[in-house]
């Protein structure tokens, strides 16, 4: 097998001294690419913000795979295979056997990712320098014309969107698929037919994105390169064939899903999509027929988000793609799957969906800017006006591709995303930084394979344990599920995350802590790890030690209460919060122990003749304690009140009546 880029001397950026060699140029930015994904990935994982779901889900199922139970996780209960039937595993398991590690997963992700503009590039070139052949005065350069398409997909938000969020297989989708494209209009079409498979073995429901690919190759053999009708019929009969044993395998895969998961019912021709109105395509279809009104209230949930979602991958390509629709076919399962769906991550940025659609986008527009290009050379003020189109086009889709990989990139040190490069950064230095580093020091004094239930973020440090499970999406309803752990970051918003059917990880470690039947193994930064029947002193402790400014409390009649959540987060943020459906409640907690409160008061203030009076809720509405003049000190401008606390609250709120405002307060714990 003979790849026309993989011969590389990073010193030949020139071929002749004078003329770029953009071949050379779109492999040194793939490999920068893959080497800043890579920090970024890790260094997520490492300062707590990767998730049980995914990046400690895949790990621990490689995990067990190699200590005998094939691909199982506890967070599903079940073997990997019964949730999604993807064969690719065992490809990467070889990988995880060599080095057994996390990190190694989000490396591998991040070097498919970068690596996929190499085949786009080249099929760029290949379509482009056909039209030049044809049309020498519309396109003079294809390799830079090329380059810039490449790398406007590298640049994409929706292309990096996954970086931010774990480890999945979607992420080999957009390789995988150039490369079969590539091979296609090469003509080598038993390799078309590898790289095909190969996205199929990534999730057994990609058999109608690939069934949608050979339909679209099928009539860009017939409409754009117009070839003879012996090769059309030789195209139809790979289609028929290939269709037949997609279908073979589809059922076969859903048959292998029931037998693994030990079920009776096997769910075929499913989109699987969340928050749809059928779970499957013929409901869909039924709903669509039957259901005019109900199927349309799914299609308009979420619509500013959908559109926003859409115009940022037609901006990245400046709506080429419109000149040839036909290749637009193989986003057609995604357009379904996503677009009649509720669920905001399948079309919002930092998730993995997106790659089940920006590499068809890109393709589209290839064929569709060299549809662009295809003027008869007479009369002259046409090929001028083609030039002037080409280079039009290209301008919007680089300036579009450096503007939003600037705003919203994860390895943009300006980004305006919460979890771009600069917060994570921050997130390994300071306060952060000691938060992490308790936690790491827990997993010495937590015995293996022991029953744990811990948060989404810390989940990952304990993929070893196939007896562990993690909050939010598990199946705990009830406090009387006793675990031998339990560790909650009580910073994390996600550890008061509930939904209609689960408790969340706060309501557990509050009744755990409250019943008696548990005693603190370890309390520090705002984390606290509890252990059934353990009754001697924290092994490890570290005080709590926060402050809080005066912009986050309320300032209104005489009254300051606070601290309020999300005061001063940014409309970004909120629409993050919203996609990842992130609790918005109050975070502030007391954990059992001695505090020492300070709250600093105005200069100008003058404490009114009737005192002031404090009182300490619990979840805004329940007093937990009343603090009056004869309870705390005043020092200057600094009034100062002792708390004892023999229980653990969250959601806890400061009132404090009798001051207009104040600038700031902190707390500081003495003992547990």
Avoid: C
Avoid at 173 to 191: E, G
Avoid at 251 to 261: E, M, N, R, S
Avoid at 264 to 292: D, E, K, M, W
């Amino acid at each position: 097998m003979k790849f026309e880029w993989m011969p590389f001397r990073i010193k030949n950026i020139f071929k002749d001294g004078k003329t770029v060699n953009y071949h050379s140029i779109i492999i040194v930015l793939s490999i920068i690419f893959a080497i800043f994904f890579s920090f970024y990935s890790i260094l997520k994982a490492y300062t707590l913000n990767a998730y049980a779901w995914d990046l400690g889900l895949y790990s621990q199922a490689f995990y067990s795979s190699l200590h005998g139970q094939l691909f199982y996780s506890n967070l599903l209960g079940e073997s990997y295979l019964a949730e999604h039937f993807s064969p690719f595993m065992f490809a990467l398991l070889g990988v995880f056997y060599i080095y057994p590690n996390p990190y190694i997963l989000l490396i591998i992700q991040a070097v498919f990712l970068s690596f996929a503009t190499i085949p786009l590039y080249y099929i760029s070139l290949h379509i482009f320098s056909r039209i030049k052949e044809k049309y020498p005065e519309n396109i003079k350069n294809p390799a830079l014309y090329s380059f810039i398409i490449a790398s406007a997909f590298l640049l994409s938000p929706l292309t990096e969107s996954p970086i931010y969020f774990d480890f999945h297989l979607m992420i080999f989708l957009p390789f995988f698929y150039f490369m079969a494209i590539y091979f296609y209009i090469k003509n080598r079409m038993a390799w078309n037919i590898v790289f095909l498979a190969l996205i199929v073995s990534l999730h057994a429901s990609f058999v109608f994105i690939v069934v949608m690919t050979l339909i679209m190759e099928m009539m860009i053999s017939r409409y754009y390169f117009k070839e003879s009708g012996e090769q059309t019929k030789k195209m139809a009969y790979l289609f028929i064939t290939s269709l037949i044993v997609l279908l073979i395998y589809y059922t076969a895969a859903g048959y292998l899903k029931g037998d693994i998961a030990h079920s009776q019912s096997i769910l075929l021709f499913a989109s699987g999509a969340t928050g749809s109105a059928s779970r499957s395509i013929t409901g869909l279809v039924l709903t669509f027929f039957l259901h005019p009104y109900r199927f349309m209230t799914y299609i308009i949930a979420n619509y500013q988000i959908k559109l926003l979602f859409l115009v940022l991958a037609f901006l990245a390509v400046d709506f080429a793609f419109y000149r040839f629709p036909i290749g637009l076919i193989p986003a057609i399962p995604y357009l379904v799957y996503a677009m009649t769906s509720s669920y905001i991550p399948y079309y919002f940025i930092g998730y993995q969906y997106s790659m089940m659609f920006i590499p068809m986008i890109f393709v589209a527009a290839v064929f569709g800017i060299s549809k662009m290009m295809e003027f008869k050379p007479t009369p002259s003020i046409k090929t001028k006006r083609a030039a002037r189109n080409l280079k039009n086009t290209m301008l919007v889709i680089a300036v579009f591709a450096i503007a939003a990989f600037i705003v919203v990139s994860p390895i943009s040190p300006v980004s305006v995303e919460p979890s771009g490069i600069h917060n994570i950064v921050n997130d390994s230095a300071g306060y952060s930084a000691e938060r992490n580093h308790f936690v790491y020091s827990l997993e010495n004094n937590i015995s293996m394979n022991s029953s744990l239930v811990t948060g989404n973020n810390i989940y990952p440090l304990f993929y070893k344990d196939l007896n562990a499970t993690a909050f939010p999406y598990n199946n705990i309803s009830s406090t009387s599920v006793h675990f031998k752990y339990l560790i909650a970051d009580l910073n994390d918003s996600q550890t008061y995350t509930r939904n209609r059917h689960n408790i969340s990880l706060a309501n557990l470690a509050l009744e755990y802590m409250n019943s008696g039947s548990y005693g603190i193994l370890a309390e520090g930064y705002g984390v606290i790890a509890l252990e059934l029947h353990y009754t001697g002193k924290p092994l490890i402790f570290n005080p709590l030690n926060v402050s809080y400014s005066s912009k986050e409390f309320d300032h209104t009649n005489g009254k300051v209460y606070g601290p309020i959540p999300d005061k001063n987060m940014s409309s970004f943020q909120k629409l993050e919060n919203l996609g990842k459906n992130v609790y918005s409640g109050n975070t502030t907690y007391i954990l059992p122990g001695n505090y020492s409160i300070s709250v600093y008061l105005n200069s100008s203030y003058k404490i009114p003749a009737s005192g002031i009076n404090i009182t300490i809720l619990d979840n805004g509405n329940v007093t937990l304690y009343r603090i009056n003049s004869s309870s705390y000190r005043l020092n200057g401008e600094t009034l100062t009140f002792n708390l004892n606390s023999t229980e653990m609250h969250t959601g806890v709120t400061y009132v404090f009546t009798g001051i207009p405002s104040i600038n700031g307060m902190s707390i500081i714990q003495d003992s547990v």
